[in-house]
């Protein structure tokens, strides 16, 4: 199986999830994008970033065009995801991987725990 559909499947499921939930395809992307398309970490994490970003911009016209999103009630929430961002680009490269890799199942486990209990 070739590198180039490994990837246009991972962007497909990364898709699908973020149209139908809003976001998430990340969750799916950083395990994929290192397992089974051999990324390293760092790459991974760094590429999610960059797929999800589009697919988020292209959510939020379809949600809009839906009449299902709020731009006021959204605002605060991006002026302080865009300063979380910020902080987290520049200390990227100093945390260790393990650290990262983690965090990241820690962040996996608390929404699923959630999705599953406190729906």
Do not use: D
């Not at 991974?44 to 709020?70: D, E, H, K, Q, R």
């Not at 100093?94 to 990241?104: D, E, G, H, Q, Y």
């Amino acid at each position: 199986m070739s590198k180039k559909f490994r990837f246009l499947c991972t962007g497909a499921l990364a898709g699908l999830t973020n149209g139908l939930f809003g976001a998430g395809g990340g969750l799916f992307l950083v395990p994929l994008l290192t397992r089974w398309c051999k990324l390293e970490q760092r790459a991974a994490f760094a590429t999610s970033v960059a797929i999800i970003f589009p697919l988020s911009i292209l959510s939020v016209v379809l949600y809009a065009m839906n009449g299902s999103l709020s731009f006021s009630t959204a605002l605060p929430y991006l002026i302080g995801g865009a300063a979380g961002g910020l902080i987290a680009g520049r200390i990227f490269q100093s945390v260790k991987t393990i650290w990262l890799r983690r965090a990241f199942g820690a962040l996996i486990l608390y929404g699923g725990i959630r999705a599953v209990f406190l729906l």
